[in-house]
């Protein structure tokens, strides 16, 4: 069964830069479209970034488009988040998930996802 583990998370300065990883084991990432959620506290979970099996499709919330970087090594059965510009908004729990197969434009629609990691907590604060 797929798992997932999310690490890098941490308290960085408003304007800094933080990565996130997402690690697979019990199955090969490659078959899975990848997303990254978020969730504050007293909030909904937010759609953050997806990618396709293959990368070459990417979808990024409004909020974060221009500032977040998703990408994948299926090598290293892992995808990555590269945040930039982090404002003290990007505050959350974030999580990554796999799904087999979804339409690309629902794929920051969390409902689909079969495997969810733990969570990484991401504090920007000052």
């Known amino acids: 069964q797929l798992q997932l583990v999310e690490s890098g998370g941490g308290l960085v300065q408003p304007g800094g830069s933080l990565r996130l990883s997402c690690a697979a084991s019990g199955g090969t990432l490659d078959y899975y479209v990848i997303g990254w959620f978020r969730q504050a506290p007293g909030k909904e979970r937010e759609g953050v970034s997806c990618?396709?099996?293959?990368?070459?499709?990417?979808n990024y919330a409004d909020s974060v488009k221009g500032r977040f970087i998703i990408s994948r090594d299926n090598a290293k059965n892992t995808v990555y988040l590269q945040m930039n510009s982090l404002k003290p908004e990007d505050t959350a729990v974030y999580y990554c998930?796999?799904?087999?197969?979804?339409?690309?434009?629902?794929?920051?629609?969390?409902?689909?996802?079969?495997?969810w990691g733990q969570g990484t907590q991401v504090t920007v604060s000052s």
């Open positions: 998930a796999a799904v087999p197969v979804i339409v690309q434009s629902m794929c920051l629609l969390g409902a689909k996802y079969v495997a």
């Open positions: 990618i396709s099996r293959s990368g070459g499709l990417i």
